[in-house]
């Protein structure tokens, strides 16, 4: 089975600390992903990467990057942590062709 | 660009009845995948069902169905003899098979199933 594993699932920082979200997937998938979920909004799309050291910019890619330094894992970055990024993470990967798997999600609190 | 829209922000629906959560979808690529996804309280995404624009039969799983109607871009997902298990956030998304392959979610539709 395909696992994709998330560093924590639930995270609370204070308004301008650094934060690291870790994403480590286990069946060598080529794309990964990162999402935020707001209720009402649906799950959208921060940043994605089709291989090691390549990065694109999803819809709301503002206050946000990402790391890849080796295939089974995709880390987010809040560079400076503001209330405005509380919410649900969810990391997924796939193939090229197939459907997409989803971690178990974060849930950051900004305070 | 695509948009997935869902118009049920939430159900109530008896057990062991059907159910159909609605999604309507807009793109211009001319071809495409639709999914359904379901979230329990737990949070975890899981993925229930695929339709292809070229498939000519509509996807089945189990007791999911997808209604995928073409012409006017609905890809209904159907749930038979609903079961209390099924209540969750569910979640339409499509993927384009062009470009860079990114899904796009509708904002889901909370189900719960009444005993």
């Known amino acids: 089975d395909v696992k994709v594993t998330q560093s924590s699932r639930y995270l609370v920082k204070r308004t301008g600390e650094k934060v690291f979200l870790e994403c480590v997937q286990d069946?060598?998938?080529?794309?990964m992903f990162w999402y935020r979920q707001d209720p009402g909004l649906g799950l959208r799309l921060i940043y994605f990467?089709?291989?090691?050291?390549?990065?694109e910019k999803g819809d709301i890619p503002e206050g946000y990057s990402v790391s890849r330094e080796k295939k089974e894992r995709f880390s987010l970055i809040l560079e400076s942590a503001s209330t405005n990024q509380t919410s649900m993470y969810l990391c997924?990967?796939?193939?090229?062709?197939?459907?997409?798997?989803f971690g178990p999600g974060t849930r950051l609190t900004v305070l | 660009a695509q948009k997935i829209t869902q118009t049920q922000p939430g159900m109530f629906v008896q057990e062991k009845e059907a159910v159909t959560l609605d999604c309507t979808y807009d793109?211009?690529?001319?071809?495409?995948?639709l999914f359904w996804y379901k979230q329990p309280s737990s949070g975890e995404m899981i993925f229930l069902i695929y339709q292809g624009s070229y498939d000519q039969q509509n996807a089945t799983e189990g007791r999911y169905s997808l209604n995928f109607q073409k012409a006017r871009k609905s890809a209904n997902l159907v749930i038979s003899a609903s079961q209390l298990g099924d209540s969750a956030m569910y979640f339409c998304?499509?993927?384009?098979?062009?470009?860079?392959?990114?899904?796009?979610f509708g904002t889901g539709t909370r189900l719960t199933i009444i005993p």
């Open positions: 990467s089709y291989d090691v050291k390549m990065k």
């Open positions: 998304a499509m993927r384009s098979n062009f470009g860079n392959e990114k899904l796009t």
């Open positions: 793109t211009s690529d001319p071809s495409y995948g």
């Open positions: 997924a990967s796939r193939t090229n062709v197939g459907e997409q798997f």
């Open positions: 069946m060598d998938h080529e794309n």
